[in-house]
């Protein structure tokens, strides 16, 4: 389902300040997994939603 909603067209933007090590973090999980970490940081956030209904 995630997948499917990561490419439907983006209407909204985002801009959030964390932490540089928090960053890091997930720009280390993102490579890791071969994605950029925007979309990494977009599908954390369509999982937790999803999950949560």
């Given at each position: 389902?995630?997948?499917?909603?990561?490419?439907?067209?983006?209407?909204?933007?985002?801009?959030m300040?964390?932490?540089?090590?928090?960053?890091?973090?997930?720009?280390?999980r993102?490579?890791?997994?071969?994605?950029?970490?925007?979309?990494?940081?977009?599908m954390?956030?369509?999982?937790?939603?999803?999950?949560?209904?």
């Open positions: 389902m995630a997948r499917q909603k990561e490419i439907e067209p983006k209407a909204a933007a985002l801009n300040r964390l932490p540089a090590f928090l960053l890091d973090a997930v720009k280390a993102a490579k890791a997994k071969g994605i950029p970490y925007t979309r990494y940081v977009r954390l956030l369509e999982t937790d939603v999803t999950q949560a209904r």
